[in-house]
């Protein structure tokens, strides 16, 4: 089966430091793989997302991911940090096993950003 | 456009009691899903319906039922809720089911005593 392994619960980084957030899959067929984002008390919107085009991916708000199938990850970075940054964020791949038609999700990242 | 809209926003149960999530779109979408929220477990699939007429188990379906009511509309239901289901439940929809993006509703918070 599918599945996504989000490294750290939690990260923490300065404003104007560098963000990364770290996912890996497993999938013995190359997935579609999104990054999502959730702000406190609200549901879920798309930062991004991979499928088997150009594997550098630009997001939303200045955040890109670059998918590599030889580590089978699907890491996420921000040059600078902002304060409105701060929420956490999900991993999630759609793969063959499910006919592409099921997402799963990682354990999520919560990123910390201090003045 | 409202996107996706669930209601009610917050709901308390006792033990046994029963309750239907509402939950629809406006983006003629021909997906949907239902997912439960718990700290530290991501997002878990309950059950989807991948165009009107069908639906079919996700990951955690035990406890639970659906109904895809028309295009718009896909409720889940408790009918005899226990604890181990309070949770944030969403509720999303896609264009289609395969690799598109999923557009997630506010969420229900639901606490069951």
């Known amino acids: 089966a599918q599945s996504v392994t989000q490294l750290g619960s939690h990260v923490s980084v300065s404003e104007g430091a560098l963000v990364l957030l770290r996912c890996n899959y497993s999938?013995?067929?190359?997935?579609?793989l999104f990054w999502y984002v959730q702000y406190p008390n609200q549901g879920l919107q798309l930062l991004l997302k991979?499928?088997?085009?150009?594997?550098l991916v630009k997001g939303i708000n200045g955040f890109e991911a670059e998918f590599k199938k030889s580590e089978t990850s699907f890491h996420l970075t921000k040059p600078s940090a902002h304060m409105s940054d701060a929420a956490e964020y999900f991993c999630?791949?759609?793969?063959?096993?499910?006919?592409?038609?099921?997402?799963?999700f990682g354990t999520g990242t919560r990123l910390l950003v201090s003045p | 456009n409202a996107g996706v809209t669930q209601t009610p926003k917050f709901q308390v149960l006792k033990t046994g009691q029963s309750m239907t999530l509402q939950c629809a779109q406006d983006?003629?979408?021909?997906?949907m899903y239902w997912y439960r929220q718990d700290p530290g477990m991501g997002l878990r699939l309950i059950y989807y319906?991948?165009?009107?007429?069908?639906?079919d188990k996700g990951e955690v379906p035990n406890g639970y039922n659906v109904s895809r009511l028309n295009k718009r509309e896909f409720s889940l239901r408790l009918e005899s809720a226990a604890p181990s289901q309070t949770s944030v439940y969403f509720c999303?929809?896609?264009?289609?089911?395969?690799?598109?993006?999923?557009?997630f509703g506010p969420g229900t918070r639901l606490l069951v005593l």
């Open positions: 319906s991948a165009s009107e007429g069908t639906t």
């Open positions: 983006m003629n979408h021909n997906s």
């Open positions: 999303a929809s896609s264009l289609h089911p395969s690799g598109e993006t999923q557009y």
């Open positions: 999630a791949v759609s793969g063959v096993n499910t006919g592409f038609q099921k997402l799963v």
């Open positions: 999938s013995s067929v190359p997935p579609y």
């Open positions: 991979y499928t088997s085009a150009a594997t």
